[in-house]
């Protein structure tokens, strides 16, 4: 059995008692209920997956990714498609934008 499928094979489901003392903690702080928008969201599903209402992670890891889907060729972008692949090599060099 390869790494991926042991990997899926320890997924389980969401913590709901988790994820509902972290949204009851979120609505408790001062700000207007739901006002992070998605944050939120992401927040109560990160409980669930870890099973604690207020979840740490130790170990932390950012992941960039770029592609291009041809949009430059769509007008959606005013930049050339060279922009992106160089905005990445930025990214790398510890360029890139904050």
Do not use: C, W
Not at 28 to 39: A, E, I, K, M, Y
Not at 71 to 92: I, K, R, W
């Amino acid at each position: 059995m390869g790494l991926l499928q042991r990997t899926i094979d320890h997924i389980g489901l969401l913590n709901q008692d988790a994820m509902m003392q972290a949204s009851a903690r979120l609505d408790s702080l001062t700000h207007p209920p739901g006002s992070l928008g998605r944050l939120e969201e992401l927040a109560i599903q990160l409980a669930g997956i870890r099973g604690e209402a207020r979840p740490t992670f130790p170990r932390k890891a950012v992941i960039v990714m770029a592609g291009d889907h041809g949009v430059t060729e769509e007008g959606v972008s005013p930049y050339p498609q060279e922009v992106t692949a160089q905005m990445v090599l930025n990214f790398f060099g510890g360029r890139g934008g904050d």
